[in-house]
């Protein structure tokens, strides 16, 4: 295969950062092989960027057979791609997994994901052309410069065909080459796309927005895992999420997978919100942490199926559980993240009273009758989980913090989390595990495993919720004969 390097001096641009020496350690033995190496995708992206890569990739000419030969211990991880997983030590002896790619052309995608036709190459323009975004779509070759292995900082060259930097300069998203074909190849670019917009809180080029409009039935094409997928990403790594979902919604993406969400656009609120339904929930996903920002999400989802002429959404919170659960179980979310995020949804319009210095008679009086004794804590923490406690006070934080005209006060958290450490102490039954009496036990009574077994068992601990005393083994048999009709 005949090596071409970088030569197009036009379209490059120098940058001051420094690489693994682990990195450097396998691009020298390519060019000791006498193939090129060259530093290309979003890790080049990040460091141009002055952000810290969590990876490395790499392209080179090598074919994946002959990487195979140069490097015994790499795994083949996409061999019909030409990526080939490389383990390499670093100073210290840790091992680290470098993906090194041939350098390839793509034809003929039939499905709107994956090319039936790859072809091995070994021209950089070649390879950078099939690629999706322009930032992307740079390459520091490294035969250009001196692998020493130290990892100070030194000024690399990047070879950049497609205006990378200066899209990253303009803050834009823009496709390589026709956005149109770029699409068309592949379905899931228009969500990356959406993506990438809202983890760098960039705009995407209106060329590239319209193709996405163009090109949807091609992105319908793409499996929901994969979509799901994408969409994580997008709540984990972005700092606003919303940037993302609302280009969703414009370029015609969420109808793909999410419509539910499009039923809240529009959707007022005006007694106690400042915002429409669908805005709310995106100021709430962005003040939300990291591992509550689908729940965030769909916290209110349920509203616009729930809206009164008085401006009431009675009942929101039960139709938003159930809405959650269609719609992550469609995405194939796990059962554990789907219970989870469906029992946030749940009972996020918990209230609990406060009570104010100098407050008068009636309202001292109001406050005794909304206090909440040990039997309804004990019967919050069975109903959201004591796994989910912390999780279920962070949404209700960032709910009010998406509201101008929420009347929360940060006080409520602090005395329902100081009562439910005190009742936490007590000794309690939250589970049916918890229970002085088990199956087991019912069984030997001739009850038999089966759903009327469960009812007793739900019915004995809701009894135990409200009364700890009667946790005793004997009161709960001679309960459970009761229960069974005996």
Same mark, same amino acid.
């Given at each position: ?179 149109? !074909? ?18 760098? !809180? ?116 039960? !139709? ?161 004969? !009761?229960?069974?009709?005996?």
């Amino acid at each position: 295969m005949e090596n071409k390097s970088v030569s197009k001096q036009s379209n490059s641009f120098t940058v001051r950062f420094s690489i693994p020496s682990y990195v450097q350690s396998v691009a020298r033995i390519l060019l000791k092989e006498g193939f090129h190496c060259y530093l290309v995708g979003g890790a080049l992206r990040d460091v141009v960027m002055s952000i810290e890569p969590d990876d490395y990739d790499l392209a080179t000419d090598a074919l994946p057979e002959e990487m195979l030969k140069i490097f015994p211990k790499a795994v083949s991880t996409g061999i019909r791609f030409g990526t080939v997983t490389v383990l390499i030590a670093d100073a210290d002896g840790v091992r680290n997994e470098v993906q090194v790619t041939t350098l390839r052309s793509e034809q003929q995608y039939t499905d709107g994901r994956w090319p039936s036709k790859v072809t091995f190459v070994s021209d950089i323009d070649e390879d950078l052309s099939r690629r999706d975004f322009t930032f992307n779509a740079m390459a520091l070759d490294f035969s250009s410069d001196v692998l020493d292995g130290s990892e100070e900082e030194k000024e690399w060259t990047v070879y950049d065909p497609f205006g990378g930097k200066q899209d990253m300069e303009r803050k834009v998203v823009r496709a390589v080459g026709d956005p149109v !074909e770029r699409f068309t190849e592949d379905g899931l670019r228009a969500f990356k796309a959406c993506r990438m917009a809202s983890q760098l !809180e960039f705009e995407i080029h209106p060329e590239t927005k319209n193709a996405i409009k163009k090109t949807l039935p091609v992105a319908r094409m793409v499996s929901k895992e994969r979509i799901r997928d994408e969409f994580v990403k997008m709540l984990k790594h972005s700092a606003k999420p919303s940037i993302g979902i609302i280009r969703m919604k414009e370029t015609g993406l969420l109808e793909i997978f999410m419509p539910e969400l499009l039923e809240a656009v529009d959707v007022p609120q005006p007694k106690y919100h400042a915002d429409d339904v669908f805005m709310h929930l995106m100021r709430t996903v962005d003040a939300a942490p990291v591992d509550i920002r689908l729940a965030a999400l769909f916290h209110d989802i349920g509203k616009p199926r729930k809206a009164m002429p008085n401006g009431h959404f009675y009942g929101h919170d039960l !139709e938003g559980e159930k809405m959650a659960r269609e719609i992550m179980k469609r995405l194939r979310f796990s059962r554990s993240e789907i219970e989870r995020i469906s029992k946030l949804v749940r009972f996020h319009m918990f209230y609990y009273p406060v009570i104010t210095e100098g407050a008068t008679e009636q309202e001292v009086e109001q406050y005794e009758a909304k206090k909440w004794t040990d039997a309804a804590v004990r019967r919050f923490i069975a109903r959201v989980g004591e796994e989910n406690i912390d999780d279920l006070f962070s949404l209700r934080i960032a709910d009010a913090a998406a509201n101008p005209k929420s009347v929360f006060q940060p006080k409520e958290i602090e005395l329902l989390q100081s009562r439910i450490s005190d009742v936490r102490a007590k000794d309690m039954a939250l589970r049916v595990s918890d229970l002085a009496i088990s199956g087991d036990d019912l069984m030997q009574m001739g009850i038999d495993p089966g759903p009327k077994m469960g009812e007793i068992l739900k019915k004995l601990l809701d009894e135990v919720i409200e009364d700890p005393a009667q946790n005793d083994k004997d009161r709960l048999l001679e309960r459970a004969r !009761e229960l069974a009709g005996q």
